[in-house]
């Protein structure tokens, strides 16, 4: 059974740090693309960065240079460092595993629960 759990939400001040992460099993860890989605109050859910099997990395423009995602294999972890946090980053964020990453055809999508980031002064 594909689980993934995210801790690591929170309430910060414009300017400030969090750092959500990932746990994931049930799945072959190194196999699969990570993501991470965001969802503002009352908007559609946003791809925000992805990590794929081989450590290749993006970032929608509105987070480049602020935010950091990465892998951990071993510990079957993702997480999102999110630096300068600013009052529109707040939003639910979601991981994402997307399993049988190199090959189209066998992909399978799976989401966390969510962890709710608040950026508030």
């Known amino acids: 059974q594909v689980q993934l759990v995210e801790p690591g939400g929170g309430l910060v001040q414009p300017g400030g740090s969090l750092r959500p992460s990932c746990a994931a099993s049930?799945?072959?860890?190194?196999?699969?693309?990570m993501n991470w989605y965001g969802q503002a109050p009352a908007k559609e859910r946003e791809l925000v960065s992805v990590i794929t099997t081989t450590g290749s990395t993006n970032y929608a423009d509105s987070v480049k240079g602020r935010f950091t995602i990465s892998r951990d294999n071993a510990m079957n972890t993702v997480t999102l460092q999110m630096n300068s946090l600013k009052l529109e980053d707040t939003a639910v964020y979601y991981c994402?595993?997307?399993?049988?990453?190199?090959?189209?055809?066998?992909?399978?999508?799976?989401w966390g629960q969510g962890t709710q980031v608040t950026v508030s002064s």
């Open positions: 994402n595993a997307v399993t049988n990453w190199a090959t189209v055809s066998r992909r399978r999508y799976y």
């Open positions: 049930g799945f072959t860890f190194s196999n699969a693309g």
